[in-house]
């Protein structure tokens, strides 16, 4: 098994559009197309890739860069993943682990010092995954979802 991101997500276009999660997993990620009209409209925030094994294509994920979290002009200025995709019969295999430890990685590169994330509250949520991988509840909610935070130093 070759795990790898690929940075060229347009030149794989059809096989990230058919990326699916579980359908009880809808609601709580939106789709790949959508996280990737987000960052064609905010490219200097948007770190979008493609995670494949091998040839094949297992998931996709978009952390976000610098972006102003309250958005009152830059009083917090934070990074983390914004979108994870892994398709549903590929789930349980370590690509989740992966992508998160792949943009922690990446993170940790440009010198960030907290790696956040958020994440639906529910049964069918990712809360456990996210806690298992160390990152901790910080108290926040943004838009109904819970907030972690995982120290990188």
Known sequence: MTH????RV????????GIRVRPDQECAVDPVADSLAEAYVRPDHAWPRLIMDGDRPVGFLMAFLDIDWHGDGGSVIRSGLWRL??????????YGRFAVESVADELRRRGTEEFHVTWHPGDH?????????GFRKN????EDETVGVLPLT
Do not use: H, S
Not at 4 to 7: D, G, I, S, V, W
Not at 85 to 94: F, R, T
Not at 125 to 133: A, D, H, K, S
Not at 139 to 142: D, K, L, N, S
């Open 4 to 7: 790898e991101l690929r940075t």
């Open 10 to 17: 347009p030149e794989n276009l059809k096989a990230a559009l």
């Open 85 to 94: 995709n892994i398709a549903a019969d590929e789930q349980g295999k370590g």
């Open 125 to 133: 949520g990712p809360e456990n995954f996210y806690l298992t991988l």
């Open 139 to 142: 108290g926040e909610v943004a």
